[in-house]
């Protein structure tokens, strides 16, 4: 029998690559997340790349069992870590968050390597894979900052207020956190700001409604924005309102989150996370909120509200997690690269760890002892 013919020659050359996939960044607001953020320690750097390949395995291995919980995790480095971590081209807009000085209130800039930004509708999802991540990095790593966020009846801040309602929607979405083509190296790559703030509730409740309204730009109950005539230019929504070169709205999006804790008379707060193609953006809302448009007329929120953590991360796409570039020969701030890729990579992660005690591991956070 005669061989079938080869297909007909597809015309203008191989099919282009297809886009970059991005990490879930994009993903609407959940019922609860976990916000870690962790230094890597010096020699700690093999560990760290070792586990970005298995992030979504990982998320799988949690999420699969609960195929409602949305469970959805996003991975950030910071600047310094990048250079430890990866040769080769860094992310044009990659720089160390830029603390903020100004006549009444600070923006502080605090450490951060490794940022996992973990969100799904119930919290013990959230809580096993922050247990996964940071039983992997045992050793390689250490957690300075970390945060159970949770909702708070429709989507409301501790303050009252519902938070996140002007967040871009779909293609606006994207356009806002996707680097493009003015990085192509880093196309489908996006950029993250965090940042710890504490309420002091009782000095904002000690307000009326109407005077709250006015510090946010918003009503409260129905959230519907003040009319330009009545909001005032302090409010915190007239301030983080940005404008580019030919007067269109600069957009982020933000997925801040409540959380606290009754403990030692209390601690109140909203985790502040925004995502945005250029960090260029949330710095601009950040100066306006900090130092104000004009000295002196600072965000009113911040009269009630301290900013306490702020680091700023690349977001590489889910490819570049899955088969990250080589790493630098030496690793410039530690000098330990031969050390760390000398060093035995752990042999028993607490999720593979015999279940000798009857655990059946179905809570993974068992620790293997210290060696
Ligand atoms: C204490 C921390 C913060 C709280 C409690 C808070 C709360 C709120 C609330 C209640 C709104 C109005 C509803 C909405 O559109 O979401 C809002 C709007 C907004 N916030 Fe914040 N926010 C905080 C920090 C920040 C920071 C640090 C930034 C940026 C650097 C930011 C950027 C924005 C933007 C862009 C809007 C939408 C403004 C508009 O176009 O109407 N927020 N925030």
């Not at 966020?149 to 409301?156: Q, T």
Request: charged residues 20%; contains cysteine; aromatic residues 8%.
């Amino acid at each position: 029998m005669p061989e079938p013919a080869p297909p007909p020659a597809a015309t203008g050359g191989p099919a282009p690559a297809p886009p970059p996939q991005p990490q879930d960044v994009l993903t609407p607001l959940t019922g609860a997340a976990v916000f870690l953020v962790l230094t890597i320690d010096p020699g700690g750097e093999r560990t760290v790349r070792d586990l970005l390949p298995d992030l979504a395995g990982l998320r799988r291995s949690v999420g699969f069992r609960a195929p409602d919980g949305g469970l959805a995790c996003v991975a950030g480095i910071g600047s310094d870590a990048w250079d430890r971590l990866f040769a080769g081209p860094r992310p044009a807009g990659l720089h160390p968050f830029r603390e903020l000085v100004g006549p009444r209130h600070r923006a502080p800039a605090t450490p951060g390597d490794l940022l996992f930004h973990i969100r799904a509708a119930r919290m013990d999802l959230c809580f096993e894979l922050a247990g996964l991540l940071t039983g992997r990095l045992a050793g390689a790593a250490t957690v300075v900052d970390s945060a159970e966020g949770f909702r708070y009846f429709d989507n409301r801040d501790l303050l009252g207020f519902v938070d996140g309602t002007e967040n871009p929607e779909g293609r606006a979405a994207a356009a806002a956190v996707t680097v493009g083509a003015e990085d192509p190296a880093f196309a489908g790559c996006s950029y993250v700001i965090v940042q710890k703030y504490l309420h002091d509730l009782d000095a904002w409740n000690a307000l009326t409604v109407e005077q709250q309204e006015l510090a946010v730009g918003r009503t409260k109950l129905t959230d519907v924005e003040l009319p330009d005539a009545v909001k005032p230019p302090d409010s915190h929504v007239a301030l983080t309102g940005v404008t580019g070169p030919d007067g269109e709205e600069l957009q982020i999006m933000r997925f801040n989150m409540p959380f606290g804790s009754f403990a030692g008379g209390g601690e109140f707060g909203t985790y502040f996370i925004g995502y945005a193609a250029t960090p260029a953006v949330t710095e601009e809302m950040l100066r306006n909120m900090f130092l104000g448009r004009r000295p002196g007329r600072h965000d009113r929120l911040l009269d009630f509200s301290t900013a306490v953590t702020g680091s700023l991360f690349h977001v590489p796409t889910a490819d570049f997690l899955d088969d990250p570039p080589p790493a630098p020969p030496v690793p410039p701030e530690t000098g330990a690269a031969e050390v760390a890729e000398a060093a035995p990579a752990p042999t028993e992660s607490p999720a593979t760890a015999t279940a000798s005690d009857g655990s059946l591991a179905i809570g993974s956070l068992k620790r293997t002892p210290a060696r």
